[in-house]
């Protein structure tokens, strides 16, 4: 039987998988998938949309909202 909940494996560091992260928008409105984030805390990759462009390996940090 297959996992439908299986994540993609880090390309970066082959350790990690990449989880995605949901936030909200300016109005309100729920965005699914707005960033995948590898789970291995050494390695740090991640993959974001802001304002329609995808950046690849910003750093990453907690926000204070």
């Known amino acids: 039987m297959e996992d439908s ?3 993609p494996k880090c390309l970066k560091c082959d ?7 949901s936030d909200y ?3 309100g409105a729920s965005i ?3 960033a995948w ?3 291995n805390p050494e ?4 993959i974001r ?7 690849f390996g910003r750093s990453i940090g907690q ?3």
Do not use: A, W
Request: aromatic share 10%.
């Open 5 to 7: 909940t299986r994540f």
């Open 15 to 21: 350790g990690g998988q990449l989880l995605p992260l």
């Open 25 to 27: 928008g300016r109005d």
């Open 32 to 34: 699914r998938f707005k």
């Open 37 to 39: 984030v590898c789970s």
């Open 43 to 46: 390695c740090g990759y991640n």
């Open 49 to 55: 949309i802001d304002n329609g462009e995808i950046s």
């Open 63 to 65: 926000s204070l909202k």
